[in-house]
């Protein structure tokens, strides 16, 4: 989807704390993002990429962490694992399940300098 | 390509620049963080990034050493052969030298050496426009306005069913059109054809609209308080389904000449409605358009999803439709009195 408009929120996100935290350089950016956040992981790479360039994020490395997708399976009662938004309960089937993890995407934490 | 959404790889061109990458993989081994609070934790993780990158050293090798907040160091050592070139290799840390510089977690610089830091953001990416549609949500709320959010693929006759709906409702509410498009001012002219009070927002390159534009453009429409405002995206079923302009609900629209499955398509979109219109629904004698299928679908996605059979052509479900925007109106109006009071 729309991962250039994510990669320069990242970054304003890295801006925002650069001037609160006082650091100069970004090495390491570790992302959160769901299975079920929409977000296509390599296209995501691929933005941040172009979007540091020139900024304090320049040749940072960007580590992304793949959260499962949960969700709450109203037959079972338990919450279960899904690959898709659409995916029906792998115990019994039903689609009456609410997704309950697996749709963040946040930026966790900078390695600086 | 898109400028905004990347979709549409392949010719790219950033800058004006190809984008070329050379394959550059790490993997590493157990991490240990102490943060600043003393809590420690330990965690393996595999990482893999893109980058080109050359080598100037001539010597063959060149050494990387690593500082982290807690003082804890390591080095490690790289031998190349070749100056430009793909690698892959995993390396395992070990953090269990201990170095001072005193200074480390405040982030000063110890001279010839770097000195870095780990800073916790936990935020979301989105946590901007999700600022701004926060704001836009409170204002809503405040002047009892009710704002939709339509959202379909384009050609799902979306301002049509604007404009009839406007006529259909005659006066009987006030209310305002934002529209989003990424040209043209055509669909405003339409609107305000109607007498209506319509403002456009032309995104540009932009695949959706975001709430900070759908802030700017309340502030100049002028909302009368207890008034609708519907807000038309831009037609695409992925990017909005993101961005909240702080509207009270996204209605879907999906029109019976598409796909029955464009819900399991494009889940993203009806997950985040409320409401799905299955519009064009005078059409169906003449298409195998299954719309049972197609309301089947989008309850795969979102169990919770209210759909209304409509046709902006033949009227039918508008008064179900209209109907529900009353009873959305009459809402909004009635929770700004009670917060105010």
Not at chain 1, 19 to 33: A, D, N, Q
Not at chain 1, 103 to 112: A, F, Q, S
Not at chain 2, 104 to 129: F, W, Y
Not at chain 2, 214 to 239: F, P, T, Y
Request: aromatic share 4%; net charge negative; proline share 3%.
């Amino acid at each position: 989807m729309h991962e250039m408009s994510l990669a320069e929120g990242v970054l304003q996100l890295i801006e925002d704390s650069s001037r609160k935290e006082k650091f100069s350089r970004v090495k390491t950016v570790w992302l959160e993002i769901g299975q079920l956040a929409g977000v296509e992981v390599e296209a995501m790479k691929f933005c941040f990429d172009a979007v540091v360039r020139d900024s304090i994020a320049q040749d940072a490395q960007l580590v992304i962490i793949e959260t499962p997708g949960q969700a709450w399976c109203l037959h079972c009662a338990e919450v279960v694992h899904v690959q898709a938004l659409f995916d029906a309960c792998p115990k019994c089937g039903s689609h009456q399940v609410q997704v309950t993890g697996g749709n963040e995407m946040r930026v966790k934490e900078l390695d600086v300098e | 390509m898109c400028n905004v959404c990347g979709c549409g790889a392949g010719e790219t061109t950033i800058g004006g620049k190809a984008v070329v990458h050379d394959e550059h993989g790490h993997e590493h081994g157990a991490h240990f963080h102490v943060h600043a609070d003393g809590t420690s934790h330990d965690h393996d993780h595999t990482h893999e990034h893109e980058h080109d990158h050359s080598h100037e050293s001539t010597q063959g090798e060149h050494r990387h050493y690593h500082l982290h907040e807690a003082g804890a160091s390591h080095e490690h050592l790289h031998a190349h052969d070749e100056h430009t070139h793909d690698h892959h290799h995993a390396h395992g840390h070990t953090h269990e030298e201990t170095v001072h510089y005193g200074l480390g977690p405040a982030g000063a610089h110890a001279p010839g050496m770097s000195q870095s830091r780990m800073v916790k953001i936990e935020q979301d990416i989105l946590s901007k426009n999700d600022g701004y549609a926060n704001e836009n949500r409170g204002y809503l709320a405040e002047h009892g306005i009710f704002a939709l959010n339509l959202v379909s693929s384009p050609g799902s006759g979306k301002t049509t069913l604007l404009v009839k709906s406007i006529s259909a409702l005659n006066g009987s509410l006030p209310l305002a059109v934002i529209e989003g498009d990424q040209q043209t001012d055509n669909d405003a002219a339409r609107i305000r054809a109607t007498g209506a009070p319509a403002l456009q927002i032309n995104t540009g390159k932009g695949c959706h609209l975001d709430a900070f534009m759908v802030g700017r453009a309340m502030q100049q429409l002028k909302l009368n308080d207890d008034s609708l405002l519907l807000i038309e995206n831009v037609g695409n079923l992925v990017c909005p389904a993101s961005f909240d302009l702080g509207e009270a609900h996204k209605v879907a629209i999906l029109s019976v000449t598409e796909g029955e499955d464009k819900p399991l398509k494009y889940p993203d979109m009806f997950r985040a409605s409320d409401l799905m219109l299955l519009n064009k629904c005078d059409l169906l004698p003449y298409l195998t358009f299954d719309a049972d299928l197609a309301i089947a679908n989008a309850r795969r996605v979102n169990p919770d999803i209210k759909v209304i059979r409509i046709s902006a052509t033949s009227g039918e479900g508008m008064d179900e439709w209209l109907d529900w925007i009353k009873a959305g109106c009459s809402k909004a109006v009635a929770r700004k009195s009670i917060d105010s009071n």
